[in-house]
């Protein structure tokens, strides 16, 4: 088993991966679990694959659940299932010491989290991640949040789990679409300061995507070491460090929103297009090698996820995708800081960016054959 330590100050944890750990739930999470009861929030579609065996290993453990299955979907990252969650929470009679349990996506996690957050002014939480995506980013660095009608993620909050179970087993009922997309966080790893790593995913990544059982735990070990390195750095993302995370989402939040945040374009989808924006318009800037920036495209492509912009088939122009990155959360006094490549392994934040150039570039993007 790997365990990764996330050492945030005052609120240390750990990451541990092994195929099989949601089967072993009750093993690692008895030590976190008071008075012999968990609550557990899920979705229906985790819930008909892993609830079985999760409520199995419990019960072998004294431990008794109960369970709130909440629909699939970004839409469940709601004030509406924010609120039923909480409710929920507080009638199964969780105290501020208790941990409750998140077996999902990156959607449970990230509104679970934020409901224990906010339950007797926080109570613990257990993160079981059973997308790629969330093995390997959202689990793991304490970000949560709810959806509004202004945008994504705009209502959350800090708070860190006490563990996390990451287990690749979870992975073989995820739709291979599904796991493609969270591949393109694990080669975003790659890309921010780890060239090797990216060699790596080069050369295993359709191995991952395959199934290879040992692929897919490298994978996500390495994946969990560099954030929990980057976010033990900078947690609240005040030092321009955990800012590194974000790479590619500048482009592909633009994205998802010009596609209506939908089945059109998953998150990790747009996250791979928009690294590919990335370090092409590095190129074009003159920061980054050509034939590197190509690399990149060829990779994002090999592995089954969207590298061409014109192939997106949008009905805008590159005007339309900067009004959208001027919505991004990420402005700054009126500024967008951008994620930006030197070379593959070396992102960097500019804050420089001349988004007319952007515009202009992206519609060189949308035209290219
Ligand atoms: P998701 O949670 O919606 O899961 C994707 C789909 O797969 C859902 O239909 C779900 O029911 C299904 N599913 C999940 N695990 C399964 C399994 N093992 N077998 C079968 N089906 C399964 O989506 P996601 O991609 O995991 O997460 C996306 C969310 O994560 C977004 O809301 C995004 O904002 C958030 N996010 C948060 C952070 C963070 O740091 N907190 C980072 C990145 C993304
Ligand atoms: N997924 C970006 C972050 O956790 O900061």
Same mark, same amino acid.
Do not use: E, K, V
């Given at each position: 088993m790997a365990v990764i330590p996330v050492n945030i100050a005052g609120a240390p944890y750990e990451v541990r991966i092994e195929a099989g750990l949601l089967a072993a739930a009750g093993q690692h999470c008895r030590p976190f679990i008071r008075g012999g009861k968990v609550a557990v929030v899920t979705d229906e579609r985790v819930a008909a694959a892993w609830r079985g065996p999760v409520e199995a290993s419990l019960a072998a453990h004294g431990i008794t659940s109960t369970w709130l299955v909440l629909p699939a979907g970004e839409s469940t990252k709601s004030w509406q299932y924010l609120a039923q969650t909480a409710e929920w929470l507080l009638e199964q009679g969780v105290e501020r010491k208790d941990s409750v349990i998140a077996l999902g996506g990156g959607v449970i996690g990230d509104l679970t989290g934020f409901a224990a957050s906010m339950v007797k002014r926080g109570c613990g939480f257990i993160q079981m991640p059973t997308t790629l995506l969330a093995q390997v980013d959202s689990s793991v660095g304490g970000k949560t949040a709810i959806n509004t009608t202004a945008g994504k993620n705009l209502v959350g909050a800090f708070h860190q789990p006490v563990l996390v179970l990451a287990d690749p #087993?979870? #992975?073989?009922? #995820?739709?291979p679409r599904e796991t493609r997309a969270g591949y393109a966080e694990v080669v975003k790893y790659g890309l921010i300061d780890d060239a090797d790593f990216f060699h790596w995913c080069e050369a295993h990544g359709p191995a991952l995507l395959a199934g290879d059982a040992a692929a897919r735990e490298h994978a996500i070990a390495k994946s969990v070491a560099a954030k929990a390195r980057i976010v033990a750095a900078d947690e609240k993302e005040t030092l321009g460090v955990r800012a590194l995370l974000n790479l590619g989402h500048t482009f592909g939040h633009a994205l998802e929103a010009e596609t209506g945040f939908s089945d059109r374009l998953l998150h990790g989808e747009g996250v791979a297009l928009g690294m590919v924006l990335a370090a092409r318009y590095s190129a074009r800037i003159g920061l980054m090698n050509g034939q590197d920036a190509e690399r990149v495209a060829g990779h994002i492509g090999a592995a089954g996820l969207p590298s061409s912009l014109a192939a997106l088939g949008l009905m805008c122009d590159g005007a339309r995708l900067k009004a959208h990155m001027l919505h991004d959360k990420k402005m700054d006094a009126g500024t967008l800081p951008f994620l930006l490549m030197r070379g593959i392994g070396q992102t960097f934040l500019a804050k420089d960016v001349d988004l007319a150039d952007v515009a202009a570039f992206l519609d060189a993007e949308l035209a290219r054959g």
């Open positions: #087993l979870a #992975l073989d009922t #995820l739709p």
